[in-house]
């Protein structure tokens, strides 16, 4: 209880462009190793390279989603360093004056609420390759196909005092990034990479030394790695003894940290000015066109689905957490606008809950929003029961047909005839005439016995807002 964690994110985003950031070599993945490569990212003599302009429109259109200054003019750097998956020997980055500066991203924890987390700096790198280990007879490999791939590297202040808050802080920067389109952010491939700058003191000291956590790639994980190096210090310093600044790898099996190397400071990487790139200028008019054609954020999303559809905080939530969602549910409600707030009820509890059991995504659902609406629409005008419409969507995500031939096929059609219901109902209570005595004498609850029994006589076709009324009407004696 007497000790404050402070945390610093340095995020490694791969930018989704087809080609590298210095030459015309693909970024696609999981191409055969080395298989994409060419003397500029191999970093062959007397080879030169030639900026992708698209990495950097891209980078702008981010820092102007995280409220950030874009400076009109930037440059590149050498980082200078030994690593078997660097060929040249240095990698080309911006240290000096990046691209991008001052920018935040807004969080909301159950400990501290709102807070807002300051982001330094966005630069534009390029990536390193690939060191392979596993299953190569005791002997690395190295796949060059990675590097050269553009990168930014998103650098927040040291803001965050928890674990919880850094991953919400990762999962809007994430969310921003997939909405903008400026990456895929796909973890699992690498694109999305954190390392966490971690420390304790105590409250009102100056910071302590820090310790960074390289290169992980799972929410679980940096949560997992953040809460253990804050535990270890702690007890390090509790010790007697001192925290070393260095850099430690995660072990996700043993559960625990590593060292891996002291830190490095900047001296370290002997930067100096890239020779072969000229400073970085755009125009604010470039800056203007690309704020501009900026898409609706997940924050103005969800505001907006709230009072434009009427939905629940909850909902709105719900239907923003990826771009293809928020799509999908707008085209639904254009396919239906009758009942918005059915629509995304439906679409957030019944529909995303079984493409999660399928293992697909919303883009992967073999049920199209014009679908998925004609199937509201029969709810809507009482065709079937919310009941029997659960049983038609799962026949709509197996048999990919449409919600009216599933209702045609299987005679599904909600029974709304007063006689029909009339009949079931009388021929029920003369079956249970010690319950209708009861219920007369005053058992009220005996009422969802009665409802009971008329949907299961009428397969659940009954409509039961009629079944209810009739039912009042008939027991009354």
Sequence with gaps: MNWEVVIGLEVHCQINTKTKAFCGCSTAFGSEPNTQTCPVCLGMPGQLPVLNTLAVDKTILTGLAIGAQINLESKFDRKNYFYPDLPKGYQITQFTVPLVEHGYIDITTKDRGDRRIGITRIHMEEDAGKSMHEGLDAVSHIDLNRSGIPLMEIVSEP??????????????????????????????????????????????????TRTEMKNMNSFRFIKQAIDYEVMRQIEVIEDGGEVVQESRLWDSVKNESRSMRSKEEANDYRYFPEPDLPPLRV??????????????????????????????????????????????????????????????????????????????????????????????????????????????????????????????????????????????ILEIMAANQ?????????????????????????KGKANPGMVNQRLKELLKG
């Design 159 to 208: 803001d965050m005092r928890s674990s919880d808050e850094a991953i919400a802080y990762l999962k809007n920067l994430h969310q921003v990034i997939r909405f903008l389109g400026v990456s895929g952010a796909d973890m699992e491939k690498g694109q999305f990479r954190c390392d966490a700058n971690v420390s304790v003191r105590h409250p009102g000291d100056e910071f302590g």
């Design 283 to 424: 125009s604010q008019l470039e800056v203007d066109n690309i704020k501009a054609g900026m898409p609706e954020l997940p924050h103005q999303l969800r505001a907006r689905f709230e009072t434009e559809f009427g939905l629940s905080a909850y909902d709105a939530d719900v239907l923003t957490q990826t771009r293809e969602l928020s799509d999908w549910y707008e085209a639904l409600v254009a396919a239906h606008p009758a009942d918005p707030k059915r629509c995304a009820n439906w679409m957030a509890n019944e529909l995303l809950g079984r493409l999660k059991e399928l293992n697909k995504n919303i883009e992967d659902s073999p049920v199209s929003p014009n679908q998925f609406g004609e199937l509201m629409d029969r709810m809507g005008d009482n065709t079937i029961s919310g009941k029997i419409a659960k049983d038609v969507l799962d026949a709509m995500l197996e048999s990919g047909k449409s919600a009216d031939a599933i209702i045609d096929e299987k005679g599904l059609k909600q029974v709304s005839d007063t006689g029909a219901i009339d009949a079931m």
């Design 434 to 458: 010690g319950q209708v005595d009861a219920y007369r004498g005053g058992k009220d609850k005996l009422f969802g016995f009665f409802v009971g029994q008329v949907m299961k006589a009428s």
